[in-house]
């Protein structure tokens, strides 16, 4: 397969797109019309300066998630299953060079000690994440995907398990699609080849070609719910986001599917990770791109990692984030043992900047307006990859996603809020129940709520 990124195409759009009022203004209208953009609509909104245009930029992205996603954020939590790590990357704390890691890999028990732990959170959705090593095959990857799947504890189970791993060839896919995952998630890092190239000093992570095209042959494989990213830090953001969409546009082309999932984790430590300041991204640069991604991808969902402290993350929820993970703990073993080691630095792969525990990003978000989801509707109706793509491109998902969510914020209040957040999350529902307009749909959803009140679970449309 011909590499799909050319950095002189990219470059040519980012020197040369110009951004007046007129034009900004009509790729604004274009994608509150629900049109994913192209790259150079896209380098249009980059190369808006005005602060202004940023202004309108940001509120459209608003307007846009508000349109497509309603006021849900999804939740779920990474749970690290081995560091092991054969490649030399230096942004990251696995690093085969990092002698300072005491190598581990859970043991069949310990990972469901782990599961155990988060279900009592009131977890139901989780990323498994694995170092690239010869122990974490195909094969150990499904193994450990369905003992969390075989895990029931009290109310608690997981109900969709996606995947943070190593690339495989088509067949290492297949054997992992065959355990029942959600989403599988590669990130670039980046997708400009001379950087990729200079922090990627050894393993097979050094291949850009085979790691670029390793979710092509997921979707060759079958697994067609597939997430993409970009390690914002190594590289100039405005290059990386045209990255991305330009990563989009092949996934169109060639699957008439798009990504499921966009990430932006931020490097905040370049100086300790020795690679340089140069491209850090400011708070405020973060915002605008967050804001830029949401109208060049509006279907996309977009996730945002307790990386960014708990003041970013609440501002970004509003331009476009509508995942983010709650009571994160990148320590493996790190829920079992119910706390955070703040002193474990040298022992996880990136410090994490919001430590707040599930319950209390809840009642947050539920006092902010938001409805907390832990929904797996769509993957388990088969409404993944091109089923999919017919509801969320026209906005029609959010009339799925707007019920299932309130039935699953239905059971955490009921198996694990507080008093004072479960009165504040059944005011919610109340309020949300009166502003839907078809009378059969919140009569059925009014239904299934009850449901839940007198111990029925897992009820979705």
Not at 117 to 132: N, P, S
Not at 235 to 244: M, P
Request: glycine fraction near 8%; charge should be neutral.
């Amino acid at each position: 397969m011909q590499p799909f990124i050319d950095a002189d195409e990219i470059w040519n759009y980012l020197k040369g797109v110009k951004a007046d009022k007129q034009r900004v203004r009509d790729v604004i209208s274009a994608s509150l019309d629900k049109k994913r953009l192209s790259l150079e609509e896209t380098a249009v909104l980059i190369n808006a300066e005005d602060p202004e245009l940023i202004e309108e930029i940001r509120e459209a992205a608003r307007l846009l998630k508000e349109k497509v996603y309603g006021e849900r954020i999804v939740l779920f939590a990474p749970l690290y299953v081995g560091d092991l790590c054969k490649n030399n990357c230096l942004y990251c704390g696995f690093r085969s060079s990092n002698k300072q890691v005491k190598r581990i890999t859970l043991s069949r028990q310990e990972l469901i000690a782990e599961t155990k732990a988060l279900t009592e959170q009131g977890h139901k959705r989780l990323i498994l994440v694995y170092g690239e090593h010869p122990k974490y095959s195909a094969g150990f990857i499904a193994e450990t995907a369905r003992i969390v799947y075989d895990v029931k504890h009290k109310n608690g189970e997981i109900r969709r398990v996606n995947i943070n791993a190593a690339p495989f060839d088509i067949q290492g896919f297949r054997t992992i699609k065959d355990a029942g995952i959600g989403t599988y998630q590669i990130f670039q890092e980046t997708y400009h080849e001379p950087t990729y190239r200079k922090v990627h000093l050894g393993g097979i992570k050094r291949n850009y070609e085979w790691r670029l095209t390793a979710l092509d042959r997921a979707q060759e494989a079958g697994i067609d719910d597939t997430g993409i990213g970009a390690l914002l830090g190594l590289y100039d953001w405005r290059f990386e986001v045209l990255g991305l969409v330009r990563h989009v546009n092949h996934f169109e082309a060639v699957y008439n599917v798009g990504p499921h999932t966009i990430s932006f984790p931020r490097i905040q430590n370049a100086l300790s990770l020795n690679i340089g300041k140069d491209y850090l991204v400011t708070d405020n640069e973060f915002v605008r791109l967050v804001s830029i991604l949401r109208l060049a991808v509006p279907y996309a969902g977009m996730i945002l990692t307790a990386r960014e402290p708990s003041h970013v993350r609440d501002q970004v929820m509003r331009f476009g984030v509508s995942q983010i993970d709650g009571g994160t703990n990148i320590e493996l073993g790190g829920y079992s043992k119910g706390k955070h080691d703040k002193k474990c630095l040298d022992k996880v792969q990136f410090p994490i900047n919001d430590t707040r525990p599930l319950h209390e990003i809840m009642g947050e978000l539920i006092n902010s307006g938001y409805i907390p989801s832990f929904c797996t509707a769509c993957y388990r109706l088969g409404r993944t990859g091109e089923h999919f793509m017919s509801f969320s491109v026209p906005g029609f998902i959010k009339r799925y996603c707007t019920p299932n969510a309130l039935l699953t914020l239905a059971e955490y209040l009921e198996d694990y809020a507080n008093t004072d957040t479960k009165k504040a999350g059944y005011e919610l529902i109340d309020k949300k129940l009166q502003a839907m307009t078809h009378e059969q749909e919140v009569s059925g959803l009014k239904k299934k709520i009850e449901q839940i009140k007198t111990g029925d679970r897992d009820l979705y449309f």
